[in-house]
Nanobody, 116 residues
Framework: QVQLVESGGGLVQPGGSLRLSCDIFGSVFSITGMGWYRQAPGKEHEVVAAVIDGDSTIYADSVKGRFIISRDIDKNVVYLQMNSLKPEDTAVYYC??????????WGKGTLVTVSL
């Protein structure tokens, strides 16, 4: 069984930064992809950033140049560094991992609010 626990969300002013963490508990063998998604009020769930096949990264156009996804293999943690935050980045952010056997797991999310 795999569990994901997100942390690092909170209230930040526009232009500020936050770093989200996703701790992965359980077997991490054969992870094929990991990523961060978000859902803003009244909007659909969307991918923010993802790492596929070990080292290929993708970013939503809206966050390119501002967000960075990374992973600490030794600590089993996935990070999302968010810079130059905008009010439209306000959302619940979720961590996701995929395995070779097709299984996928989600965290419960962490709320990011960008406001004065």
């Amino acid at each position: 069984q795999v569990q994901l626990v997100e942390s690092g969300g909170g209230l930040v002013q526009p232009g500020g930064s936050l770093r989200l963490s996703c701790d992965i508990f359980g077997s991490v063998f054969s992870i094929t992809g990991m990523g961060w998604y978000r859902q803003a009020p009244g909007k659909e769930h969307e991918v923010v950033a993802a790492v596929i096949d070990g080292d290929s990264t993708i970013y939503a156009d809206s966050v390119k140049g501002r967000f960075i996804i990374s992973r600490d293999i030794d600590k089993n943690v996935v990070y999302l560094q968010m810079n130059s935050l905008k009010p439209e980045d306000t959302a619940v952010y979720y961590c996701n991992v995929h395995f070779e056997d097709g299984m996928a797991y989600w965290g419960k999310g962490t709320l990011v609010t960008v406001s004065l």
